[in-house]
């Protein structure tokens, strides 16, 4: 067998895991198989659903427009993959070839891509962000809880931070007459910022 044959081979065969089950995630397994990938795939992601659209989580779910249920991505095709969601990825041993799983498991690779996106950015003071009635908006069981808060009535609501999802829940108290107040550190809502 050639250098070539082998590097083909490589390209078709073997073990892939993707850590991170969401939007990247699924289009890269999907590519990966449009590409010729024969090999075993392993998709791992820390939420037990399978991947679903994030932006109508601020505005559609919110509005009630459309059930949380129904944000499920469409599949471009199959990717015949093994599915490991509802646990986190916890730990990547290069020298071992295997991520690690909060549950224990060790799940091996011969190449890992990690599609593990952005999380939000909690509250600072753990006691206050466990207080009733302080919300983020991450996942689609937030965009629930929060739709039930909104639905509720609140006599006023503040958003910390002006980007995009902070201002669709801003939109959504003013459509509901609900009084709301926004804090953004930049200077402008939607502004582009670097981390502190």
Not at 166 to 192: K, N, W, Y
């Amino acid at each position: 067998m050639t250098s070539a044959d082998t590097l083909r081979a490589f390209r078709r065969d073997g073990r892939i895991v993707v850590v991170g089950a969401s939007l990247a995630g699924l289009r890269a397994a999907e590519t990966l198989r449009d590409e010729g990938f024969t090999g075993s795939l392993t998709m791992i992601g820390d939420e037990r659903g399978e991947p679903y659209d994030r932006p109508p989580l601020s505005k559609q779910v919110l509005s009630g427009w459309v059930p949380a249920g129904n944000t499920t991505l469409p599949r471009r095709r199959d990717v015949d993959a093994e599915w490991l969601l509802g646990v986190p990825a916890s730990g990547l041993d290069l020298s071992a070839n295997h991520v690690s799983l909060a549950d224990g498991r060790e799940i091996p690779f011969d190449r890992v891509l990690i599609s593990t996106g952005v999380r939000a950015r909690p509250w600072f003071v753990e006691s206050e962000a466990a207080l009733d009635g302080v919300f983020v908006l991450r996942t689609r069981e937030h965009a629930e809880g929060l739709r039930q808060a909104l639905a509720a009535g609140p006599s006023r609501v503040l958003v910390i931070g002006a980007g995009f999802t902070g201002s669709e829940i801003a939109s959504i108290c003013r459509e509901r007459d609900i009084p709301v107040t926004v804090a953004e550190l930049a200077p402008s809502p939607s502004s582009e910022r670097s981390a502190p």
